[in-house]
């Protein structure tokens, strides 16, 4: 299983489990460090995105914060806190499945890997199962708004 396969069926537990389908893979190499899921609702924390929880938790694995040689799976592309962190913790590449125009900060809104400013060494690629990975956000907000419409 590649890594936006593994990436899809962590935002599918998240769908499970009442959380925005996003779900995310760390690699090193072809070493799974960590893959997790939204758990904003759960966790009551707003940190606890799927980009968040895989750095933190495969940074751990991996024993270094530094992530220069990994690369990040996500279903949609990464908010300023998650591209922060992840050029931050220098993550090698990011690769992402659907584009978020709203406040995708690889590219869409923002490009912050970019940023001349960072000195980042992490690249970004998009469209990776762009088309599943986008199919489940809509098909999860069309079902919120039917919901909050019957109420």
Not at 1 to 25: C, F, N, T
Not at 31 to 56: F, I, Q, V, Y
Not at 118 to 126: E, F, I, K, S
Request: with cysteine.
């Amino acid at each position: 299983m590649d890594g936006m396969q593994i990436a899809l069926s962590e935002a599918e537990k998240a769908l499970a489990e009442g959380e925005v389908p996003v779900g995310a893979a760390l690699f090193h190499g072809d070493d799974l460090l960590w893959a997790d899921h939204n758990r904003r609702e759960s966790a009551g924390d707003p940190t606890a995105h799927a980009e968040m929880l895989c750095l933190k938790n495969g940074a751990a694995r991996f024993g270094s914060w530094r992530l220069e040689d990994c690369t990040l799976y996500v279903t949609l592309e990464p908010c300023p806190m998650c591209a922060g962190a992840a050029v931050m913790s220098r993550v090698g590449e990011i690769v992402f499945g659907a584009a978020d125009p709203d406040k995708g900060c690889c590219g869409s809104l923002y490009d912050l890997p970019a940023d001349p400013a960072l000195h980042a060494p992490t690249r970004w690629r998009a469209g990776d199962h762009e088309a599943e990975c986008r199919a489940l956000l809509q098909n999860f907000f069309r079902a919120r708004r039917a919901q909050q419409e019957d109420a």
